[in-house]
């Protein structure tokens, strides 16, 4: 069997601290800054990558919570009414921009440790009751990630969502996983298609790399829409072994192809500085040998026999340049 490979969009809040934003890089909301101030410079970077190729493109939600919202001084998001507003502009932004085209809409949430200052995804450092290992940090995630994703949901363009994202969990959490699956697994949540995105600062071991497979399909049943299970943010030496990984362990747990499916979307290869807030690193290789580098590894993942679809694109660093490379490139694998 060999995978129905779809595209990815790749980063919206680098490309637009990098282009027309630069006040995003230091902003609590990172790609949701300019919601309400410059929605158009939004609108632009998801026609580009929608002139690149994408099949999915990502709405600017990622770090979009009560609690940025507060920090980046936002007053009026204490007022639920407000906060469900907001939420409402982050998805019909993308929607309106994907409307004209066969793009579908992915909605972007981050993890708990998104909504931290300084953000806490690689560590997965939470504060209580959200610390590892404490014995009512996984009710606490559950409640956190469903009263949030349930007022993205309250909002009439919801039905226009194609994904539900839930991006860069600690590889460290496999009690966030769980708290996410259970809430995937949930109505109106099991009828959108979802995936589970895990950051990887590192080569994992084995044994981690299973047991995180085995809670992101926790509660998938034939009721349920198709979910996936991603690496992002994460270097490309590290997608490779992870992907791997993922690829013998979803075997192991034997859920049909039909209902997974793969999400890779690395980084374009720099370091970023979760304190200072800036980026470090030579970027290694031009746009062309990171495709490559990406294509390789999908392309030996598609035909392990065990995903019905990969989805394939860009994180932290990553352009519509790459995105159109990769669009090329399985083109003309067809």
């Known amino acids: ?6 595209i990815l969009d790749g980063a919206t809040g680098t490309l637009l601290c990098d282009t027309t934003s630069p006040d995003a890089a230091t902003s609590p909301l990172w790609s949701a ?18 002139a690149a190729g994408a099949t999915y ?28 507003r907001l939420y409402a502009t982050g998805m019909q932004i993308p929607c309106d921009a994907a409307s004209q085209s066969q793009a ?3 909605l972007s949430l981050g993890p708990y440790g998104a909504s931290l200052s300084p953000a806490q995804e690689y560590t997965g450092l939470y504060p209580p009751p959200y610390d590892s290992g404490s014995d009512g940090a996984e009710s606490a995630l559950k409640k956190w990630h469903e009263d949030r994703l349930r007022m993205f949901a309250e909002q009439p363009v919801f039905e226009n ?44 071991a084995e ?9 992101v399909f926790t509660g998938l ?19 490779r072994d992870v992907v791997r990984g993922y690829s013998k362990a979803v075997k192991e747990v034997g859920v049909e192809p039909e209902r997974v499916f793969l999400v890779v979307y690395p980084d374009g290869g720099l370091t970023y500085d979760v304190e200072s807030k800036t980026w470090s690193g030579e970027q290694k ?50």
């Open 57 to 84: 493109i990502s709405t600017p939600t990622y770090q979009l919570t009560r609690e940025t919202l507060l920090r980046a001084g936002i007053t009026d998001a204490a007022d639920e009414n407000e906060l469900r």
């Open 104 to 106: 579908g809409v992915s």
């Open 33 to 50: 800054a300019d919601l309400l101030s410059n929605p158009s410079r939004l609108s632009a970077i998801h026609a580009q990558y929608i």
């Open 1 to 6: 069997m060999t995978s129905r490979i779809t």
């Open 207 to 215: 044994e981690t790399v299973r047991g995180i497979v085995k809670e």
């Open 285 to 334: 290789g031009d746009v062309e040998r990171w495709c490559k580098e990406l294509v390789d590894i999908v392309v030996e993942a598609s035909t392990e026999g065990c995903w019905g679809e990969i989805v394939v694109g860009g994180c932290c660093k990553t352009t519509p340049v790459h995105i159109e490379h990769l669009t090329r490139k399985f083109k003309d694998l067809k």
């Open 161 to 204: 969502i194609a994904v539900i994202a839930v991006e860069t969990v600690p590889n460290t959490r496999l009690d966030e996983m769980a708290a996410v699956a259970a809430i995937l697994s949930l109505q109106p949540f099991r009828r959108k298609k979802s995936w589970i995105s895990v950051v990887y600062p590192t080569v994992p």
């Open 221 to 239: 049943d034939g009721n349920s829409a198709p979910r996936g299970i991603g690496v992002n943010c994460s270097k490309m030496n590290v997608v």
